[in-house]
């Protein structure tokens, strides 16, 4: 075929032959060049692979055996045929293959070598060409027609016509004759597996929403593509449809749309049970498969020796450590065993040497008292020298002696003897000297905590308020508000404060920090006053004896409290209630009412409690 083209760089005109083939090895013509529909090659165009011949490479490139059937493509016959003038065409097509008669659709298009796999365009194309053929004006003078033409003819039609609806085709072919079983034994080798389950999953494939389906593959294909394999068909997704068994329910026929809805309801029930019997049927499958794989039982296999092999490096690694950990535990107890055996030796040396070193010093004070009566000397200065003098300077005042001429009195002697007292003199002063640097440091500390500024006097006034009598650990608590002071510090200057008058009572300090203050004549004011009267000092009808009579002195002594001392000791009395030990609580309210002992306490204590009781009874009898 020649086409004529224009070569874009020389701008003339050439002509080129477009080869179906290949052109031969001892081609020298023009260069051969297309020119498709006027286009120039100057705007890209995608194209996508198809056809039968694409079919066949991608059967070939992932090792799918279709179908080959051998009952002629309809698509690849001319629609001249049909119109042949002798008529030969139409008796093959009625006479000698009537597959009109068929209920299958596909046999009655002459698309069974397709089925599910033939498109909208096929069936078209397959109806026009079978129109020709089974069209009553075509067939009216032809002896081998069918007996009833029309019928033929509207079978035709009715094929076509159920083909073509998408809905009813869907159920059509969920159903046409397809093998749902599942091997359940294992296979006998790889090469059996393969060949199994790749038809298995080639056949499965029809029903996938996506396409074109993952092939299983083969024996040396990669993981990563298996696994991608896998992945694809556990979320697979299936268009496959299904119909209800039962005559029954069907909403012809219904009398009412809430009977047609019931009906309804039932059958989409039955269809959703047998959708998700379908969906299990494709997870046993893909299940099984994965179980069976050779490439997936290798990756299995390498994966568990890689954790047995990483279990036995742990085990070694533990073992190892554990003999480490004993070894060392080893080394440390002979070490333990050598340094006591050595601390043993050291002290049997040391008590050796000790014992040795006696001996020395003993036979040289003997070698000092023998040599000191040869000479004048006193016996006293003799013994001190051989209790304070070391071995060495006994030696060494020995020698010395025995230089000196024998009965004459001894030089050397009075000369250690000073020598050492003075000695001893300067080691006392450096001791005194140290002990006054710590007795001033002391006293400097003292004194230094003993000054109180006038924060911490503030701070003290408001942790009286702010935590008032009766507190538990009271001191201890509001010196470590403070912050800077200790509960006995606290405790001292609070005495050392009441002392001089200067908080006053702590029950009057406590009131008028925390009381608010009242009207001079309010009856709370008059009330509370009366009352600290009336308990704080006795009577003087009931507290004074008649004229004339004995005073007793026990009495005086209880009654010579001072309204001061009567307000600390019921201070003292909420501070440290009864539940405390009797000894205890009586010695702590004296040391908060200073100048009284306990038992003057106690007793004033019980006069109070016999004057209210009295009091009480006063004013039981008046009424």
Same mark, same amino acid.
């Given at each position: 075929?020649?086409?004529?083209?224009?070569?874009?760089?020389?701008?003339?005109?050439?002509?080129?032959?477009?080869?179906?083939?290949?052109?031969?090895?001892?081609?020298?013509?023009?260069?051969?060049?297309?020119?498709?529909?006027?286009?120039? %090659?100057?705007?890209?165009?995608?194209?996508?692979?198809?056809?039968?011949?694409?079919?066949?490479?991608?059967? &070939?490139?992932?090792?799918?055996?279709?179908?080959?059937?051998?009952?002629?493509?309809?698509?690849?016959?001319?629609?001249?045929?049909?119109? %042949?003038?002798?008529?030969?065409?139409?008796?093959?097509?009625?006479?000698?293959?009537?597959?009109?008669?068929?209920?299958?659709?596909?046999?009655?298009?002459?698309?069974?070598?397709?089925?599910?796999?033939?498109?909208?365009?096929?069936?078209?194309? &397959?109806?026009?060409? #079978?129109?020709?053929? #089974?069209?009553?004006?075509?067939?009216?003078?032809?002896?081998?027609?069918?007996?009833?033409?029309?019928?033929?003819?509207?079978? #035709?039609?009715?094929? @076509?016509?159920?083909?073509?609806?998408?809905?009813?085709?869907?159920?059509?072919?969920?159903?046409? @004759?397809?093998?749902?079983?599942?091997?359940?034994?294992?296979?006998?080798?790889?090469?059996?597996?393969?060949?199994?389950?790749?038809?298995?999953?080639?056949?499965?494939?029809?029903?996938?929403?996506?396409?074109?389906?993952?092939?299983?593959?083969?024996?040396?294909?990669?993981?990563?593509?298996?696994?991608?394999?896998?992945?694809?068909?556990? @979320?697979?997704?299936?268009?496959?449809?299904?119909?209800?068994?039962?005559?029954?329910?069907?909403?012809e026929g219904c009398e009412s749309r809430f009977e047609r809805r019931w009906v309804q309801r039932k059958i989409d029930k039955e269809k959703k049970k047998k959708k998700n019997d379908e969906n299990l049927r494709i997870r046993k499958l893909v299940e099984q498969a994965m179980k069976f794989d050779p490439r997936l039982i290798r990756e299995r296999e390498?994966?568990?020796?890689?954790?047995?092999?990483? &279990?036995?490096?742990?085990?070694?690694?533990?073992?190892?450590?554990?003999?480490?950990?004993?070894?060392?535990?080893?080394?440390?107890?002979?070490?333990?065993?050598?340094?006591?055996?050595?601390?043993?030796?050291?002290?049997?040396?040391?008590?050796?040497?000790?014992?040795? @070193?006696?001996?020395?010093?003993?036979?040289?004070?003997?070698?000092?008292?023998?040599?000191?009566?040869?000479?004048?000397?006193?016996?006293?200065?003799?013994?001190?020298?051989?209790?304070?003098?070391?071995?060495?300077?006994?030696?060494?005042?020995?020698?010395?002696?025995?230089?000196?001429?024998?009965?004459?009195?001894?030089?050397?002697?009075?000369?250690?003897?000073?020598?050492?007292?003075?000695?001893?003199?300067?080691?006392?002063?450096?001791?005194?000297?140290?002990?006054?640097?710590?007795?001033?440091?002391?006293?400097?500390?003292?004194?230094?905590?003993?000054?109180?500024?006038?924060?911490?006097?503030?701070?003290?006034?408001?942790?009286?308020?702010?935590?008032?009598?009766?507190?538990?650990?009271?001191?201890?608590?509001?010196?470590?508000?403070?912050?800077?002071?200790?509960?006995?510090?606290?405790?001292?200057?609070?005495?050392?404060?009441?002392?001089?008058?200067?908080? %006053?009572?702590?029950?009057?300090?406590?009131?008028?920090?925390?009381?608010?203050?009242?009207?001079? %004549?309010?009856?709370?004011?008059?009330?509370?006053?009366?009352?600290?009267?009336?308990?704080?000092?006795?009577?003087?009808?009931?507290?004074?004896?008649?004229?004339?009579?004995?005073?007793?002195?026990?009495?005086?002594?209880?009654?010579?409290?001072?309204?001061?001392?009567?307000?600390? #000791?019921?201070?003292?009395?909420?501070?440290?209630?009864?539940?405390?030990?009797?000894?205890?609580?009586?010695?702590?309210?004296?040391?908060?009412?200073?100048?009284?002992?306990?038992?003057?306490?106690?007793?004033?204590?019980?006069?109070?409690?016999?004057?209210?009781? &009295?009091?009480?009874?006063?004013?039981?009898?008046?009424?």
């Amino acid at each position: 075929m020649a086409v004529n083209s224009q070569s874009p760089s020389a701008g003339a005109a050439k002509t080129s032959l477009l080869l179906l083939e290949a052109p031969p090895a001892d081609y020298t013509g023009d260069e051969v060049v297309c020119e498709m529909g006027g286009w120039d %090659g100057s705007n890209k165009k995608s194209v996508d692979a198809a056809g039968r011949g694409f079919e066949e490479w991608w059967k &070939a490139r992932f090792g799918v055996e279709g179908d080959n059937d051998d009952e002629g493509d309809v698509d690849g016959q001319d629609e001249a045929d049909y119109e %042949g003038g002798d008529g030969s065409t139409e008796e093959r097509e009625v006479g000698i293959n009537p597959e009109w008669e068929s209920k299958d659709h596909y046999k009655v298009l002459g698309l069974q070598h397709l089925r599910w796999r033939a498109t909208q365009n096929d069936i078209r194309k &397959a109806y026009r060409k #079978l129109v020709l053929v #089974l069209h009553p004006d075509k067939l009216a003078n032809n002896p081998n027609a069918p007996k009833d033409i029309d019928a033929a003819f509207k079978r #035709l039609q009715d094929a @076509n016509d159920f083909l073509s609806n998408k809905d009813k085709r869907v159920i059509y072919d969920s159903e046409d @004759n397809f093998d749902d079983t599942i091997p359940s034994g294992e296979p006998a080798d790889d090469a059996d597996f393969f060949r199994t389950y790749g038809h298995l999953f080639t056949s499965n494939s029809r029903w996938s929403c996506k396409q074109p389906v993952p092939p299983l593959g083969k024996s040396e294909d990669n993981l990563s593509y298996v696994h991608m394999f896998y992945d694809f068909w556990s @979320n697979f997704k299936s268009w496959r449809e299904f119909s209800v068994d039962d005559p029954d329910l069907t909403t012809e026929g219904c009398e009412s749309r809430f009977e047609r809805r019931w009906v309804q309801r039932k059958i989409d029930k039955e269809k959703k049970k047998k959708k998700n019997d379908e969906n299990l049927r494709i997870r046993k499958l893909v299940e099984q498969a994965m179980k069976f794989d050779p490439r997936l039982i290798r990756e299995r296999e390498e994966q568990a020796r890689i954790k047995r092999e990483q &279990a036995e490096e742990k085990k070694r690694k533990e073992e190892a450590a554990k003999l480490e950990e004993q070894m060392r535990k080893e080394q440390e107890e002979a070490d333990r065993i050598r340094a006591e055996f050595e601390k043993k030796e050291r002290e049997a040396e040391e008590k050796r040497q000790k014992a040795a @070193n006696k001996k020395l010093i003993q036979a040289q004070r003997q070698r000092l008292r023998k040599l000191s009566q040869a000479r004048e000397c006193e016996y006293q200065d003799v013994e001190v020298l051989c209790q304070a003098l070391s071995i060495v300077e006994l030696t060494d005042l020995n020698d010395r002696v025995e230089e000196e001429t024998e009965g004459s009195a001894s030089k050397v002697i009075p000369q250690a003897r000073e020598a050492l007292r003075k000695k001893q003199k300067e080691a006392e002063a450096a001791v005194s000297g140290k002990a006054k640097k710590l007795q001033s440091a002391s006293s400097n500390e003292s004194a230094k905590s003993e000054v109180w500024t006038e924060e911490e006097m503030t701070l003290l006034t408001k942790g009286l308020k702010k935590f008032p009598g009766g507190t538990k650990k009271r001191w201890e608590t509001i010196g470590q508000w403070m912050g800077s002071r200790s509960g006995e510090e606290v405790l001292e200057k609070v005495k050392s404060l009441r002392d001089k008058d200067i908080l %006053g009572s702590k029950a009057d300090f406590a009131t008028s920090r925390s009381s608010k203050p009242q009207d001079k %004549g309010s009856p709370a004011t008059t009330k509370a006053s009366a009352k600290a009267a009336e308990t704080s000092s006795p009577k003087p009808a009931a507290a004074a004896p008649a004229s004339g009579e004995a005073k007793d002195p026990a009495l005086v002594a209880v009654q010579s409290w001072t309204q001061n001392e009567q307000v600390m #000791l019921e201070a003292a009395l909420k501070e440290y209630p009864a539940s405390l030990p009797p000894a205890e609580r009586w010695k702590s309210i004296a040391a908060r009412v200073p100048g009284r002992s306990p038992k003057e306490c106690v007793e004033r204590y019980k006069y109070l409690v016999a004057q209210l009781k &009295a009091k009480k009874a006063a004013a039981a009898a008046s009424k």
